[in-house]
């Protein structure tokens, strides 16, 4: 009989993608925009702030291609906060021109596969607090897409016994740690929450590294027999005092 495995889990997670509508934008006069910029980058200030005090954490990255033209990601402590984020920036006057191609909510998460022999709360550990409570780095691209474990005809992941489990997720793990240092990856849990199971969110300083480490995983059993994979957005790690230049016509 299969079990669950249980999870740790952290802060609420929404990534909201954003298309610009640069024709209606182009027609704004140029202090205006400036203005409208200026309001934008005084919000993520506020998630700066946030972030500093460790009560969430925030990523603001440009999206390259068609499905939009910037994300913003943030973490906090609840579903409400999150609501509050993402009606906040409706607000604002450049959400005039855009449109939000794709959202995705989540929850951090952390696979306890192995707890703790002594029955000790996992969350008393820094480490674990730290992978469930992540300070999002600013590193130079971002690579989101959400994902399944298959439940079709022989290969369904939920019927595993959990042993099967833990072992296919020991070789992902050993698979992902090869790319320490050059990626880091949020893994956040939307099951009842969003439209797919998981949100892979990972940073890298060399986004070549983004298809190595996925090419190689999709050679583990786990991805390769498991795994089924939504859209792909990557793109560029957008600072606020670029903000004025990303904007710019
Ligand atoms: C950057 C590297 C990297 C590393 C080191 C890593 C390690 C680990 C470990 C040790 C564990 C298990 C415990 C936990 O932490 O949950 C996981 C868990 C998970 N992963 Fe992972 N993963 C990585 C990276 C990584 C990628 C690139 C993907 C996408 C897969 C692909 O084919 O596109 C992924 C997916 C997941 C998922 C969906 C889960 C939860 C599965 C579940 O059934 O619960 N992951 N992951």
């Not at 704004?28 to 409208?36: F, L, Q, S, T, Y």
């Not at 959400?146 to 296919?168: A, Q």
């Not at 240092?181 to 986004?207: M, N, P, R, Y």
Request: hydrophobic letters at 35%.
């Amino acid at each position: 009989m299969s079990e669950p495995s249980q999870t740790l889990d952290g802060w609420f997670c929404l990534h909201d993608l954003r298309k610009m509508d640069w024709a209606a934008w182009r027609n704004v006069p140029a202090e205006e925009r400036r203005d409208i910029v200026q309001e934008f980058v005084d919000m993520v200030h506020t998630w700066k702030a946030v972030e500093e005090e460790e009560n969430g954490s925030y990523a603001l990255y440009t999206v390259v291609g068609h499905k939009a033209d910037f994300m913003m990601v943030n973490l906090r402590d609840s579903l409400n906060d999150l609501d509050h984020i993402e009606q906040e920036f409706n607000k604002l006057r450049i959400a005039d021109y855009t449109t939000q191609t794709y959202s995705y909510v989540s929850v951090v998460e952390q696979g306890n596969y192995t707890p703790p022999k002594d029955g000790s709360d996992p969350l008393d550990n820094p480490n674990m607090r730290a992978r469930v409570y992540p300070i999002l780095p600013k590193w130079n691209h971002i690579c989101f897409y959400p994902m399944d474990k298959k439940r079709e005809g022989d290969d369904n992941w939920y019927s595993l016994p959990i042993d099967e489990r833990v072992e296919l997720m020991k070789a992902h793990g050993k698979t992902g740690r090869k790319y320490a240092g050059e990626i880091k990856q949020i893994i956040s849990g939307s099951t009842g929450l969003d439209d797919w199971e998981w949100g892979v969110t990972l940073f890298g300083h060399d986004a070549l590294q983004f298809k190595k480490l996925i090419y190689e995983m999709r050679f583990d059993e786990v991805s390769a027999r498991y795994g089924k994979f939504g859209a792909f957005y990557v793109g560029n790690l957008l600072e606020t005092d670029q903000a004025q230049l990303f904007f710019d016509m």
